[in-house]
C-alpha cells in the first residue's frame, strides 16, 4: 500500500525535464487574444491596486518635499525637510531606541 502512494506521489509531481516551454519567448495570436480576453477581469483589480498603493505613495512622497499645513496650499522646500530631519538629534536618537527594541 505504502509503495503503491508513493509511486502516485512520484508520478504527480512535475520535473523539470519534463517542463516544456512553447513558443521560445515569441508572442503568438492566440496568447495575444487570451490576454485581450483577460483584461477586463484584471482591469478593475490593478486599478484599486494602482488608486490605494501608488497614488498614495506618490502623494506622500510630494507632500514630504513640501512645507504644508491644512489650511494653504503646500509650498515647495525641495530636500530642506530631510535636512532638517538628519540635522535633528531627536531623530538619531529615536531611530537608536527603535535600532535596539526591534
Known amino acids: 500500500m505504502r509503495?503503491?502512494?508513493r509511486q502516485s506521489m512520484k508520478a504527480s509531481l512535475i520535473s523539470p525535464a519534463r517542463i516544456r516551454i512553447t513558443g521560445q519567448g515569441r508572442?503568438?495570436?492566440g496568447a495575444l487574444l487570451e490576454l485581450l480576453r483577460a483584461a477586463p477581469y484584471l482591469l478593475p483589480a490593478l486599478l484599486i491596486f494602482v488608486v490605494f498603493t501608488?497614488?498614495?505613495?506618490?502623494?506622500?512622497?510630494?507632500?514630504s518635499l513640501t512645507d504644508a499645513d491644512m489650511l494653504s496650499a503646500p509650498n515647495w522646500v525641495g530636500l530642506a525637510n530631510y535636512r532638517q530631519l538628519l540635522a535633528d538629534r531627536e531623530f538619531w536618537n529615536s531611530l537608536g531606541i527603535t535600532a535596539a527594541f526591534a
Not at 54 to 63: E, G, Q
Open 27 to 29: 508572442h503568438t495570436p
Open 3 to 5: 509503495h503503491a502512494y
Open 54 to 63: 501608488y497614488y498614495p505613495l506618490a502623494r506622500v512622497l510630494y507632500m
